[in-house]
């Protein structure tokens, strides 16, 4: 009896049902920094590993996999780094990682010493101390100018292409995975996500040939990289060649050039989505406006290719890429400095002409002096004329670029105005294919017109709403062609349909279609596609799939605050629907302070006597009953009908089913007297106002039977549980009431001696 408010549609945004952000299965580590530019300490500190032959002197980083020592190898006196294994983290990736390593002998990819075990038996590598900063401490500090930058990228790439010629490829190349020395030295560090491809006897059922069951800092699950530079076949969880290195190089590449890489999102599955989506438009855009070169941009744009088909096939073509565009930047510096050198003797030789021509002028002076009047004279008139020759140049040239201006003007004016008429055209289409579906599809036999067309399709004028809905979901289902956006709302319109007819089940197909097609039309945050999402919660709710609700209500949550803002009407009400869910759930230690803090907000948003802010007072206090708390719920119960009935009429849906829900307060609490006289005027005005059959009335009439009941009033009792299961019959759909009703039946013919009667109903 006391059921959630029933009266906030979910596609009004704000019945109890709604959604939440379903958990991110996607976990990224913290990323760390590796900068080993602290001195030399001699003695080891305490607490850290002791390995036969090193001396630990101090901890340079820890990650999600190992731990990282500044070391001293005592046979060889030199410095080393020396990585132990954590505890719990993967030991076959890690000592995957010292083989692989260890196999490529390169000047960028620093070398392996030595690889053991510590007496617990967890393993260790000692490598090359590499002393430096990583590249993404420099880019975010802009401490290398762009050529410097450049020839950084290109260590990157000759290291990365040596591990291709190897058959290795890396999987999670980035900024923090690279160390640039004091003195410009380059190291690709981190090959734990590496994977050798020659190696096939690694592969084992359901995972990647070379992967163990266990991914360790950069990313959970099978997708394995970081989001930002993986490429879009790794972020969809794809098998992966070197290409995808090529890929995550052309995205280091645009973080040097533009100052971010190739994917940026709100949050790390964002990020992923907009990689897995192959979303390229924001670095495109970036990359045109960074103003580098057009040939080191065309290299980061080959790199990036959506289709792995079109960027370069290993790091080795990238590196000679890079190198073919230094080395042409190199030689266009030689010729402007050869042309300068030039510049400098031609001047030398000008100003020793000027110093003869001087020496000539003064020797001639005298002779020309009667005529340098004249001379001077026509000299300035030369020079204003000339000065008014580039003035008018200089207007024309402006009159020229105020004219393309306004062309660009029209141009684009034509533009919006074509784009507007295609809008207005494509919203047009959209309301007529809508508007016939509802009139010939779903309306059509209700009326005598519609029956001289359909009348051969088996259903007459006495049609329920359920007899044409089932008519117009069998012809959706058979529709062909249609656009999506069209598609997918004919089967949001069927699915909650389905739902308001109390045949949620039958409607989760249409919902789950409308979702699937909203999200590729509009994308996985719009608001067409939160509200499809908002049904299709509602829809597994009322179906009593809670396991699947609950997720999407708070998927939807999550998305609705990262979107719309955390006090928006949207993001409140959808609060407000997850809370309902929690609570139909059985889930009363998440409802209740997921209600209080949803009326809350409401309230400082909508005011105290918005609709929304009443449904979620009634909705809080129903909870409140649900966890035997009437002293907290009778309160609010009175507080939201005495609003309702002042906002919005003593008759008004909302109203009853305050009404109803105080009722439903004072029988719990067994204020029999109070409880009656509200559930009789409850009653007698749904009758009223909705219909004797409607499922509101159906349910004040169980709930004023069992009020009459528990008085001992069976003569009213059986009555109305007789009227109300006549009713839900006459309906033809499940109600909720529907089985304790006919318990309550067999138990009045029995306590009023009527055994026969009661047998009927068992």
Known sequence: MNAPDPSHDPNRILD??????????????????????????????????????????REIAKGGMGCVYAGHDLTLEREVAIKTLLPGANAERFVTEAKITAKLPHPNIPPVYALGTLDDGTPWLAMKLIRGQTLAKLLANRERERPQLVQIFEQISQAVGFAHAQGVIHRDLKPLNVMVGAFGEVQVMDWGLAKDLHRVDQASPGRESGESADVDHTAAGTIMGTPGYMAPEQARGEVVDARADVFALGSILAAMLTGKPAFVGTSKLETIQKSAAADLADVMGRLERCGADAELVAIAKRCLAANREERPADGRIVAEQVAAYRAGVE?????????????VVRAEEQRKRRRQFNLAVAVIGLVLLAGLSASLWQMVRANAAER????????????AQQAEAERERAVKAAELEKAARLDEERERKFAQAISAFVKEDFLALTSVEGQGRFGGEGLDRNATLLDLLNRAAEKLKTRKGLDPRIEAELCWIVGVNYRGAGKAAEG??????????????????????????NSLALGYREAGEFERALPLYEETVKLMKAKLGPDHPYTLGTMNNLASGYQAAGKLDLALPLYEETVKL????????????????NNLASAYDDAG???RALPLYEETLKLRKAKLGPDHPHTLTSMNSLANGYFAAGQLAQALPLYEETLKLRKAKLGPDHPDTLASMNNLAEGYYAAGRLDLALPLFQEAAAGIEKRRFQHEYAGPIVNYLIACHERLGQFDQAEVWR
């Open 388 to 399: 008014q020759a580039v003035a008018n140049a200089r207007q024309a040239e402006l009159n």
């Open 602 to 617: 409401i309230k400082g948003k909508l005011g105290p006597d918005h609709p929304h802010t009443l449904a979620s007072m």
């Open 629 to 631: 708390q009437l002293d």
């Open 331 to 343: 030689a266009r510096l030689r010729q402007a400095e050869t042309e300068a050198a030039q510049a």
């Open 508 to 533: 989760l197909p249409f919902l789950e279609r409308a979702v699937e097609l909203r999200r590729r039309v509009f994308g996985v945050d719009h608001e067409e596609t939160l509200i499809a999402i």
């Open 16 to 57: 109890q049902d709604e959604r939440s952000p379903r958990p991110e299965t996607i976990d990224v580590s913290q990323e760390v920094s590796t900068d080993t530019t602290a001195p030399f300490v001699p003695s080891p500190p305490a607490g850290v590993p002791t390995i036969p032959g090193y001396r630990i002197t």
